[in-house]
Structures are given as C-alpha cells and as structure tokens.
C-alpha cells in the first residue's frame, strides 16, 4: 500500500459516502478496511463497502464485489455493469433502477431486495437466491437463471425474454 503521510480523509452525507484523498499523490484506494460499529467496512473505488452502506448512483461498474455484505444497502441507480459481485449479500437491498447488465450475481443472497426497474441484461444469476425480490419491470433479458431460487418472487412486468433458466 503507498505510504499514507500526509493523508487526509474526509467523509460527507451529502458525498454518498465517497472518499476525498488530499495530500497524497494517490487518487483511491483500494481494500482499505475500516469498522463502523461492529460491521467491517471496505473501501472499494473510494466507495465504502458494507452493510448500510448508501451507493446511490455510485459508479462501480466492473468492480470486484464478491462475497460482499451489501444487506439492505441503498443501491438506487447505481452502475455495476459487469461487476463481480458473486456470493454477495444483497438481503433486503435497494436496487431499484440500477445497471447490472452483465455483472456476475452468482450464488448471490437478494432474498427481498428491491430491483425495481433494474437492468439485469446478460447478468449471470445462476445459483442465486431471489426469493421474495421485488423485479417489477426488471430487464432480465438474455440472464442465466440456472439453479435461481424465484420462490415468491414479484416478476410483474419484468422481461424475461431469452433468459436461461435450465
């Protein structure tokens, strides 16, 4: 990791949550750890990572998510295109209008989560649980939904079209 001297770390509701480095000729960090309370946080393209946690149009696309705690994190609108976010947990999470398209949700917990209006396009959801999520108008087109549990799911109005659900 580069030498942290002269550094200074400056956190902000109004931010998001999004990190502001200055005096040190690194822009963002990645994998740093930090806690809040009892619940470890991680930092991951500036961004704190961890149950909670308020991403709101975060730009996170392509980002290595896996095995993340993302439980009831406030997720609206933002961009994960093609990020890993394999075995994540995504329980209760605010998802709603967010771009998923091509991100891999392998085994990811999104029991109840909210996915109002999400794009799903080519995301890889096999073995993921989403009982009980709410994918009202979702876009799921072309994503594989192999060994999914949808048990309860809310699918009203969502596009399935060309999913693989073998």
Do not use: W
Not at 38 to 51: A, L, Q, S, T
Not at 71 to 78: F, N, S
Not at 105 to 118: F, I, K, M, P, Q
């Amino acid at each position: 990791m580069n030498d942290l001297h002269g550094f200074t770390y400056l956190r902000s509701r109004f931010a998001q949550n999004k990190l502001f480095f200055v005096g040190t000729s690194c822009a963002m960090y990645i994998g740093m750890n930090a806690t809040r309370g009892d619940e470890m946080m991680k930092i991951v393209n500036g961004y704190e990572i961890g149950p909670r946690a308020d991403l709101r149009e975060a730009n996170l696309g392509g980002a290595n998510l896996a095995g993340a705690n993302l439980k009831i994190a406030y997720l609206t609108g933002v961009d994960l295109t093609g990020a890993d976010l394999t075995g994540a947990d995504l329980r209760g999470a605010y998802i709603g209008g967010a771009k998923l398209a091509g991100a891999n949700l392998s085994g990811a917990d999104l029991r109840g989560a909210y996915l109002y209006g999400a794009d799903l396009s080519g995301a890889n959801l096999s073995g993921a649980d989403l009982s009980e999520a709410h994918l009202y108008r979702a876009n799921l087109v072309g994503a594989n939904l192999s060994g999914a549990d949808l048990t309860g799911a809310y699918l009203v109005r969502a596009c399935l079209n060309g999913t693989d659900s073998e």
